[in-house]
T-cell receptor, first 113, second 109 residues
């Protein structure tokens, strides 16, 4: 199974809502990533988890809260988002953190009203 | 530190060749190349580690010039399936992958 799955595919939320994005992989990868991608822009790294520990936080606002409950699962909890946070949120995984092939999930298209 | 990619866009006819360049002002640990088709996730093409290596994947190959901190992606005898946006990603020793702005490749029959 060489797939990274993400749910939901689409999410619309108000600025006062709390929601979560979910990412799952069953490839035995020990590094997992969250990226944010705006239209016609490259993916921007948000967080890196290595062996279920947060190893990189790219100065992301606290309204985004990542969680790695186990080696296969990665969540992104959202609270009090702004309209400018609307974007495609991509999850990826790799065997280890570092110069490795990253497998991307299809993404969650988030719209903040 | 976002790498600089060029050109921004290229239009090819099937069978033509193209080169996409990626450069950084910092000493690179590795260079990644990904292709993303519209509405889809980025797909890994190849990774080059410092050491000036060259890699190939079917008719797509890449080189990494460590002295110049530059990488080039070569699309040879392009096919319709090569259309998409190509991103180079550069990694310093901190394991943070930073993507260039992308090069949109359109291959026409």
């Amino acid at each position: 199974d060489t797939e990274v799955t993400q749910t939901p595919k689409h999410l619309v939320m108000g600025m006062t809502n709390k929601k979560s994005l979910k990412c799952e992989q069953h490839m035995g990868h020990r590094a997992m990533y969250w990226y944010k991608q705006k239209a016609k822009k490259p993916p921007e790294l948000m967080f890196v988890y290595s062996y279920e520990k947060l190893s990189i936080n790219e100065s992301v606002p606290s309204r985004f809260s990542p969680e790695c409950p186990n080696s296969s699962l990665l969540n992104l909890h959202l609270h009090a988002l702004q309209p400018e946070d609307s974007a495609l949120y991509l999850c990826a995984s790799s065997q280890e953190a570092g110069p490795q092939e990253q497998f991307f999930g299809p993404g969650t298209r988030l719209t903040v009203l | 530190q976002q790498p600089v990619q060029s050109p921004q866009a290229v239009i090819l006819r099937e069978g033509e060749d193209a080169v996409i360049n990626c450069s950084s002002s910092k000493a690179l640990y590795s260079v990644h190349w990904y292709r993303q088709k519209h509405g889809e996730a980025p797909v890994f093409l190849m990774i080059l580690l410092k050491g000036g290596e060259q890699k190939g994947h079917d008719k797509i190959s890449a080189s990494f010039n460590e002295k110049k901190q530059q990488s080039s992606l070569y699309l040879t005898a392009s096919q319709l399936s090569y259309s998409g946006t190509y991103f180079c990603g550069t990694e310093l020793r901190d394991y943070k992958l930073s993507f260039g702005a992308g090069t949109t490749v359109t291959v026409r029959a």
